[in-house]
């Protein structure tokens, strides 16, 4: 039996967030697209679904409070960039260019590990995590991912500031680069170039060896990879550019 593609999210689901569902419908049609058996399928996209609600409900009682940011097209450069930070950029880059990403949200990532593609779990703490490592990083802004165990690509830009913000009930780490180059500065503006991948060290764990992988902790965020959707896809759905802020007004281009 085939299921034609997309398909409405099962009953099972349907009360869920929009990153739940759409993770059971991904690991259903993927199994589903192996196997040709639809109970299987159905089986292993379940059996995905508790090992999600288990682990990101458990965090969510531990890790209240967390701040809900306004949209960001409501936001002014000075509550995207905080202005220590843009005072410093100001003595080096009088006029800067910043481009603001949606690096990821809870859910399932899907990156190369051991030189296999390989689907994780991110929770609530690891997504605040990430944010966390982002700010901290100074991560570079390259065009394509680097070689494996390699950091040899020209540096474009800068993560300067991250922070949590909900979009669509899940948590996203958002990432803000300053772009020093003007001919990224253009493929930027124009969409050339409008999603991203995360390059860096992560620790992951799972409970046994059927079990998918989760983010237990990040070691460090190195780059920031931009690509083209029409060429590539990124680890986390939907991750790409979400605003840009010239010269430090508040017009940005969505």
Known sequence: MKIDKPIQPPLIVREQPAYIQ???IREFLRVEEATHDVLYAQREANKLFHQLLERITNEYRTQMGVSII????????????????????????????????????????????NNRKERKIWSFAAIKELAKKLRESSAGIIIGHNALNEDTKKKYGQIIHAFTK?????????????????????????????????????????????????IKSIDK???LALGSSSITSPGFVGAGILATIQELSQNKES
């Open 166 to 214: 909900s979009i669509k009930s899940s948590l996203h780490a958002i990432a803000v680069a300053h772009i020093f180059n003007n001919d990224l500065i253009d493929k930027i503006k124009t969409k050339e170039l409008d999603v991203c991948s995360i390059e860096g060290d992560v620790v992951l764990a799972r409970e046994h060896p059927q079990a998918n992988w989760f």
């Open 70 to 113: 306004a949209h960001i097209c409501e936001m002014s450069a000075l509550e995207i960039v905080p202005p220590e930070i843009l005072s410093k950029i100001k003595k080096i880059d009088p006029h800067p260019f910043f481009a603001v990403y949606d690096v990821g949200g809870e859910g399932i990532s899907v990156g190369t590990m």
């Open 221 to 223: 965020i190195q780059n």
């Open 22 to 24: 759409q993770a059971y």
